[in-house]
């Protein structure tokens, strides 16, 4: 007799691709729903209220995609011509398709951090506007765990350094937290220990928590007054999200303290990375659930190819660099056939 075995496919490409579970979609089934716009979505408000008391924020707002979240809280910090220093890892200036010059007219200026994180004395000596022929420096961004920089965190000393920064050269501090939560449970930090360091933070509940969609952004009443109306402008007002708030709700309640599990995961394959002899990996850099990792003498592209063919899915990260990133619907045996792969395939 034939047997045909489907094998399932594992899929590292980003912690984006979790799917809704049951019980998230009985959540959303059952939620009680209004129009948003008018502001009668009150699972929505009430939402919005409890992930902002968390942070120790005064309001929060809904919004469909870590990108907008991030654009409208330049938008609200900045006038057009204003400067905004970020690593050059950052997601706003490798990923947000030049958004932040498009929709702030502001002009990002890239600083070489480490592992995608900076430090306060860059933030120092970067600052303009002292004459008029320079820009004014008026944004300080940081991705908090960042994404290219490879899932890094940053200490609470290390954002209170920055934020002193900050405040020193009357800058404002965004942070970018599309992850906050892997970063929460990899330092302990507590979320108002973050919320009253930033004056925007967003924050996504569509990555390793696994909703299906959404972000939002945190701040003052005043600043979510004003990103509320550009939120609106920019086509993103919608309607009986209340859908879409109580899978949020759900994943916040249920699925952050699952993250623990997925940096380990990520652990345990960097560690068989390490151990192999074609690929190279700096384990210290990882800490949360992305892997990056040195393809050696063949190229990112040949090395996804062999895990492709053993329906082991990642994505390029550079010419000669992977990313893998941990979820929770990547279970035991998939790590552990992911290992057996990995030292099958890559110890020559
Ligand atoms: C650090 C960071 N910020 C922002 C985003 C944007 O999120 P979205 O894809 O929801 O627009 C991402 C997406 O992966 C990210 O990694």
Redesign the pocket.
């Known amino acids: 007799m034939f047997i045909n075995i489907v094998m399932k496919v594992i899929d590292l490409r980003?912690?984006?691709v979790t799917k809704p579970t049951q019980q998230m979609k009985k959540a959303m089934l059952e939620a009680e729903v209004g129009d948003d716009v008018f502001g009668e979505d009150e699972l929505t408000n009430k939402f919005q209220h409890k992930i902002a008391t968390l942070f120790g924020m005064e309001a929060g707002l809904y919004v469909?995609?870590?990108?907008?979240?991030?654009q409208l809280a330049l938008k609200v910090l900045t006038q057009p011509s204003d400067e905004v220093l970020i690593e050059s890892k950052?997601?706003?200036l490798q990923?947000?398709t030049g958004g932040a010059s498009f929709l702030s007219a502001v002009q990002l200026f890239p600083l070489q951090g480490n592992s995608g994180k900076l430090n306060a004395s860059q933030i120092t000596s970067a600052v303009r506007g002292t004459y008029d022929w320079e820009p004014e420096t008026k944004v300080v961004c940081v991705?908090h765990?960042?994404?290219?920089g490879g899932g890094t965190v940053y200490s609470l000393s290390e954002l209170r350094s920055i934020k002193h920064e900050c405040q020193r050269h009357k800058l404002y501090l965004h942070v970018?937290?599309?992850?906050i939560w892997n970063a929460m449970v990899a330092t302990g930090q507590k979320p108002h220990e973050i919320g009253q360091l930033a004056d925007t933070l967003?924050i996504?509940f569509?990555?390793g928590l696994g909703a299906p969609i959404?972000?939002m952004l945190l701040s003052s009443i005043k600043n979510i007054a004003k990103a509320r109306r550009f939120r609106k402008m920019w086509g993103g007002g919608m309607r009986q999200i209340g859908l879409l708030t109580a899978a949020a709700d759900y994943a916040v309640e249920h699925h952050w303290p699952k993250l623990a599990l997925d940096h380990i995961h990520a652990k345990t394959f960097a560690q068989t990375i390490a151990e192999t002899s074609a690929l190279q990996i700096d384990l210290d850099s990882v800490q949360t659930n992305i892997v990056l990792f040195n393809t050696g003498d063949r190229t990112a592209i040949e090395v996804l190819d062999i895990f492709g063919k053993h329906g082991i899915k990642m994505v390029p990260f550079g010419q000669s660099t992977v990313r893998a990133t941990f979820h929770f619907q990547i279970e035991e045996a998939d790590v552990n056939r992911l290992i057996e792969v990995t030292k099958h395939c890559f110890n020559t």
């Open positions: 980003s912690d984006t469909p995609s870590g990108t907008m979240s991030n950052g997601h706003i990923y947000e991705e765990s960042t994404n290219k970018d937290g599309a992850r967003s996504c569509s990555k959404g972000s």
